[in-house]
């Protein structure tokens, strides 16, 4: 349907207080590999039109959410309509109000991909690292994707943004003394680096050699204190976690663990939460609410500095709307810890963490226990730690890496973690 005809359908709703609008159309094209074989070379189009009705008075404010399709016509578009009031009539959240008018985001590229040809550039780029006897590429997707995407709402917003993707799906396979080990990998950028997917491969396929290398900690004796180094997942998972800890629904439903001034660290790291980061994946200049968003820093010298978060949530605690905020920036004293004994976690099978109390770690698939001179591979154990307290004195790597919602230090540096 047209956005037209579906505006008319909305305003046609004398019970509707206001409504949110979000078309999303997705140019894609789809690579499968099995071993270096192409199996599939798909081009995808999708068009998805998201409708969230709103219905208010002065003590409460209802919602309930439409989706449009292909098959939607004004008749069967008008009853999703009234079976969405009637869903939003029975949600009881106190009332709060839409965003005002927010000044216009229109956000075109300049220059539209030729994305059969980026993706056959990405399959050269990691096919290029598939160069070992022992090891090899079992299984390989890729997708390069434009989208664009639409918001309006009854407030008179309007914003518009196109952007760009590339996922690398991936499951290496080494095989040593008749056993094959696998491992497996979600690339996500933003940015079109062929090299850095060839060295993101390598180091994936060099990380299933060590793993069909490694051996258990109790043929190793491992040092007390020694200092353990999470990345990806689990450097990801610690931020969502801390982040989220101080953003006004926490506060509002009074689950969080810090507050404003609060000292989360003596290390004295800050972290900003930002829209666009290049070479982030998540970026977005707005959020679903339609607020256009800004760099907002949330922890200062290791000190909680600002909330942050979306306009219902702003609205009950009487604070600034920031929005919804999909990207961190860390920053702060690096440390150096090449030349002592550490140990790296490559991969856990899944990293945990939980709000509550604080406990994190996780079975590790594989690490690397750097004894002084050499490294030695490692599988079979767990780590646990109290996140609150670890943060305390955490250290950051000097190495930098940029993650699909994360720009930072490669590792987070932990001292007196429990490894059993």
Not at 46 to 60: C, D, G, H
Not at 113 to 125: F, K, Q, S, T, Y
């Amino acid at each position: 349907m047209k956005k037209n005809d579906i505006i008319r359908c909305l305003k046609a709703h004398k019970e509707i207080s206001d409504y949110q609008l979000i078309i999303r159309n997705k140019d894609s094209r789809e690579l499968f590999y099995v071993l270096d074989h192409l199996e599939i070379n798909r081009a995808v189009k999708t068009a998805t039109t998201i409708i969230n009705v709103y219905v208010s008075n002065e003590k409460f404010t209802g919602s309930s959410t439409v989706t449009v399709t292909s098959a939607d016509d004004v008749k069967s578009l008008d009853k999703k309509i009234k079976d969405a009031v009637k869903k939003a009539k029975d949600v009881k959240n106190l009332y709060y109000p839409l965003p005002p008018k927010q000044e216009q985001v229109t956000e075109k590229r300049t220059k539209k991909e030729d994305l059969n040809a980026i993706a056959g550039n990405v399959a050269r780029a990691v096919f290029a690292a598939d160069v070992y006897k022992e090891g090899w590429l079992n299984s390989t997707e890729i997708f390069v994707s434009n989208t664009d995407t639409q918001f309006l709402d009854s407030k008179g917003t309007k914003h518009e943004a196109e952007s760009f993707s590339i996922g690398v799906e991936v499951i290496p396979t080494w095989s040593k003394n008749g056993e094959e080990i696998e491992l497996y990998k979600y690339y996500e950028s933003s940015a079109l680096d062929y090299k850095a997917i060839t060295k993101e491969i390598d180091e994936l396929l060099q990380n299933a050699r060590e793993r069909a290398d490694a051996v258990t900690p109790k043929k190793v004796k491992l040092p007390k204190d020694l200092k353990v180094l999470v990345k990806n997942d689990m450097l990801q998972l610690i931020l969502d976690t801390i982040s989220f800890d101080i953003n006004y629904r926490n506060l509002y439903f009074k689950e969080n663990h810090y507050n404003l001034k609060d000292e989360i660290s003596g290390s004295r790291f800050s972290l900003t939460m930002k829209p666009v980061i290049k070479g982030c994946a998540r970026s977005a200049r707005f959020d679903e609410d339609g607020i256009v968003l800004k760099n907002t820093r949330i922890i200062k010298d290791g000190k909680v500095e600002k909330l942050w978060g979306s306009n219902r949530f702003a609205y009950y605690l009487k604070k600034k709307v920031t929005g919804n905020l999909p990207l961190m920036e860390l920053e702060g004293p690096r440390s150096e810890y090449k030349n002592e004994k550490h140990l790296i976690i490559e991969n856990f099978s899944s990293p945990q963490l939980e709000e509550t109390s604080g406990y994190w770690g996780g079975e590790v698939r594989l690490a690397r226990y750097f004894d002084g001179e050499k490294y030695i591979p490692l599988t079979g154990f767990s780590i646990s730690g109290n996140i609150y307290e670890d943060l305390k004195t955490v250290e950051l790597s000097g190495e930098n890496a940029i993650l699909p919602n994360y720009k930072g230090p490669k590792y987070l540096i932990f001292k007196g973690i429990k490894i059993h």
